[in-house]
């Protein structure tokens, strides 16, 4: 498939602008990956998002983090581990499902390094951009090392999908109103009130939360990132630990 012919997918759909904005970034990525620098789908995503495909219908509630911790902690161990490393690293659910113990770089009762790229929808992905790494650090992280340790190795985290969990949560009392997106809306949330304080800089929110643009302010080059290679030293270089230590 060329960039050309995976603009006239997208269009060939019928769905929902913002459907075709899912698919359009999707295959963007996955050419990017391939070192496609220029190519069709960035403007055809530039256009669906000008004409509106960027703005939801509807957004999920966000999650607080005591709820969701109090919560996590009901759940069978992959679960809870799976719950908490969604909520530290300000991610999708679906995400997290997708993690082994192969994707975790280094697990002490003081710090998780996550390597995004290394799961089956991260090889999709530019794996020369910062945000392939999360830096687990600070309140949560000892209870995550510990679940770590009763998990299957090379295993998914958890079995549950995205739906499921959906499903899961509409038939708890507690967790009546939320999604699995809740999550991540909800980690976002927590951290905004350090942007006014001066507590984070913005660059390392998109980090973290894998919205990170190439070129934006404080980002590696992706040819420095080529050279230095996938280990600890540069995932605590790339600075998401400074997020992570308030989630």
């Known amino acids: 498939m060329t960039a050309d012919s995976a603009c006239l997918f997208v269009a060939a759909t019928g769905i929902r602008p913002q459907g075709q904005l899912a698919y ?3 295959l963007s990525a996955s ?11 960035r403007v055809l995503a530039k256009a669906l998002r000008g004409g509106g495909a960027a703005i939801p219908d ?10 969701l911790v109090s919560h996590a902690r009901l759940q069978q161990p992959s ?3 799976a719950l908490l490393v969604a909520w530290k690293t300000a991610s999708r659910w679906a995400e997290v499902a997708d993690l082994s113990s192969a994707q975790f770089l280094l697990v ?4 998780v390094i996550v390597d995004w790229f290394q799961t089956p929808k991260g090889r999709t992905h530019d794996p020369f951009k910062a945000s392939r790494f999360a830096v687990i650090q600070g309140p ?3 209870e995550i090392a510990m679940l770590f340790r009763k998990c299957a190795p090379f295993a998914p985290l958890t079995r549950l999908t995205t739906s499921a969990l959906d499903s899961l949560w509409g038939q708890s009392v507690q967790m009546q109103g939320y ?7 909800g980690a976002v949330k927590h951290l905004l009130p350090l942007l006014t304080s001066g507590k984070l800089s913005p660059h390392l929110i998109d980090r973290l939360t894998k919205h990170e643009e190439e070129g934006g302010p ?7 990132l080529r050279y230095a290679g996938g280990d600890v030293d540069l995932a605590r270089a790339l600075e998401t630990g400074k997020v992570t230590m308030h989630l």
């Open 24 to 26: 359009t970034k999707a």
């Open 31 to 41: 050419f990017g990956a391939m070192g496609f620098e220029n190519h069709p789908l």
């Open 58 to 67: 509807s957004q999920a509630t966000p999650l607080e983090k005591q709820k």
């Open 79 to 81: 679960v809870h581990l």
């Open 108 to 111: 002490t009762q003081k710090e």
């Open 140 to 142: 949560l992280t000892t």
């Open 179 to 185: 999604t699995a997106h809740s999550i991540k809306r």
């Open 218 to 224: 404080g980002t590696l080059s992706r040819t420095t």
